[in-house]
């Protein structure tokens, strides 16, 4: 009999709970929070309205920062109307309080968006954080200044400090002072529609010169990334000479992640098979064949 009671006493509470009482004490405690949800929504509408090229405000004390680096969610990403702001502004309440606008040119929209702001001087976490949520700039607020961000890091850009979940490779290999095939470009569209998340250290510079104060900085980055990366994807083209790749080749014959692109009409192909061949690293008649094999 105890049971019983018990049971139907349980019952009873759990009626209680998801009864009429208890949904209209919910939407009452609810109506409020809505009602200034809705609010900041049409102050961020009229404030948008006021800044056509685009802002960043706190949706709290709605002041605009003027220093820091904001990025955007992708949790609110493609929100355009007065109606997406609802939207926008509950993710901003329940995260980090910023809202973000921006016009794009090319589509004709405006974008609204809940944004983090980071400290200048955190770049790198800046990337990583934006490349998580799938953006493809940050806005620097004490300059104005829109940073373009990828998966293919470049010489002298800023990189991403937390790697957790990407897959890095190094594309070592034939430039010829940019005079070559860009096969790098290759592999990053190749690789752009794999599930896994890969990021690529590019050492091709649209600009290289020699001659300039501190240029040398481009020979520390490649030793540096080529021994961070996961892989290595070393490619020698037909027609070059290609001698500092030959010489990252020996560097990194025993290392265990490089993938060699060569073919007979390379003029050492002879030198770089048999290497590879005594330090057990694999060649490939192709740059396909290479990006197949990647893991």
Known sequence: ???????FTLCLTVLAACGPMARTA????????????????????????AHPDGFTVD??????????????????????????????????????GYVGGWWNSEDSLYYFDS??????????????FALENEQLAFFVLS??????IDNVIHPHEYEPTD???WTTVFLAGTIDNGHSEDWQQTVAAKLAGRDRRYLLYNP???????????????????????????H?????????????????????????????VCTPSFYRYDNVRLTCDRYGVPVYGSLEEAIEALP
């Open 204 to 230: 091709r510079q649209e600009e290289w010169h020699p001659e300039r104060e501190g240029e040398m900085y481009q020979v520390h980055w490649e030793l540096e990334h080529m021994e961070k990366a996961d």
């Open 115 to 128: 944004v983090r702001i980071l400290p200048e001087s955190a770049a790198g976490e800046a990337v990583s």
């Open 232 to 260: 290595i994807l070393m490619v020698f083209l037909p027609g070059s000479q290609s001698p500092i790749t030959l010489l990252e080749l020996g560097l990194h014959a025993r290392s265990g992640k490089l993938l060699v």
């Open 143 to 148: 300059t104005g200044e829109e940073v373009r």
């Open 59 to 96: 949706i709290r004390d709605r002041k605009a920062p003027t220093e820091g680096i904001s990025v955007a969610y992708a949790a609110t990403q493609d929100k355009h109307s007065k109606e997406d702001l609802g939207d926008v502004v509950s993710h901003a309440l329940a995260h980090d």
């Open 1 to 7: 009999m105890r049971l019983r009671s018990f049971l």
């Open 26 to 49: 919910r939407q009452e405690a609810a109506g409020p929070a809505q009602e200034a949800t809705a609010a900041t929504a049409d102050w961020v509408w009229t404030y948008s309205q």
């Open 163 to 165: 790697l957790r979940g």
